[in-house]
């Protein structure tokens, strides 16, 4: 992220977008570096048409996709993402009136792949739970990131920006601050009730040698980053014997698939994630139709001979 914008040659509006997407859209450092790195490589491509960013038109851009499918080789997901981050980038130049419009905005991606959200069995996330060792603090804080995760579906760089004055230990509810500084509150149940309170009462006083206000801390102190949290993943799963792959994201997509297969309404699961439209809520229901069989044919007195 620390890039000399002039010895690189990095359009300074480029920097100006990510300032503009950490202290005003409250952004993640992994969204924006994600961003960064889509727009700098569609720079990188303009230069080599001898292009500039700020007049380009909607022809070029279809040679731009042509690139990314045909010699890049690369997935529709990626492309799409890709596009989405250029189509953010423009509507901020245009807001400023860097550029006349949006070109992006013309352009529609190919067809996304349809995938199910990967989510975890109750067992596994069982399994998963005994992993951390609550003698220490890291395992105690382990551990909670886990539970928190899980009771209350919210995404990695909202966990890690947690502070202890968010949380309300009598309501167990915490104040989560957003995409685009909206705030809601999430509440949190007797299991993760439990692990909080042990690690305030302990592993937290041990880790936090520098009087932080956040609730996750690494061993040094310091607050705990997307980063470090997706690698505490990794090592927690190579300790048990399941065969998947772990993610932030992974736990959330868990904690909605139970929430609707336990009777859960649509809307009430949009609430709990902070999602804006029910659309990002729907994919969910597709995956709850194997519980759906599974209920049927086991309750139904005819489903089956």
Not at 76 to 96: D, P
Not at 236 to 244: D, P, V, W
Request: glycine share 6%; hydrophobic share 30%; aromatic share 12%.
């Amino acid at each position: 992220m620390d890039i000399n914008t002039e010895k690189n040659n990095i359009p300074v509006e480029l920097e100006q977008y990510k300032d503009y997407l950490q202290y005003q859209k409250n952004y993640s450092l992994y969204t924006i570096e994600n961003y960064y790195h889509d727009i700098l490589e569609y720079l990188e491509w303009l230069g080599r048409e001898s292009l500039s960013f700020l007049t380009v038109e909607y022809s070029d851009i279809r040679f731009y996709l042509m690139y990314l499918k045909d010699e890049k080789k690369d997935h529709n997901t990626s492309i799409n993402r890709k596009l989405s981050s250029l189509r953010s980038f423009y509507k901020y130049l245009a807001n400023e009136g860097k550029v006349k419009s949006n070109v992006f905005s013309f352009v529609n991606g190919p067809k996304k792949d349809k995938k199910l959200p990967r989510y975890f069995e109750y067992n596994e996330l069982e399994e998963l739970f005994s992993v951390p060792d609550r003698r220490t603090p890291t395992g105690q804080r382990d551990l909670l990131l886990l539970e928190m995760l899980y009771a209350t579906g919210v995404r990695v760089g909202e966990l890690i920006s947690i502070k202890v004055s968010d949380i309300n230990l009598s309501l167990r509810q915490i104040i989560i601050l957003g995409k685009g500084n909206k705030e809601r509150f999430v509440t949190y149940g007797e299991y993760c009730e439990d692990a909080l309170k042990e690690y305030l009462s302990d592993g937290y006083l041990r880790l936090n040698i520098g009087n932080s206000p956040y609730l996750f801390l690494n061993h040094n102190g310091g607050v705990l980053t997307e980063r470090g949290v997706r690698y505490i993943l990794d090592q927690l799963i190579k300790k048990t014997e399941i065969h998947k792959k772990i993610s932030p994201h992974m736990i959330r997509h868990s904690f909605a698939t139970h929430l609707l297969n336990e009777g859960c309404d649509l809307l009430t699961v949009q609430k709990l994630l902070g999602h804006e439209s029910i659309k990002a809520t729907q994919i969910y229901t597709h995956v709850t139709t194997d519980r759906l069989k599974e209920v049927y044919y086991h309750s139904f007195p005819r489903a089956k001979r």
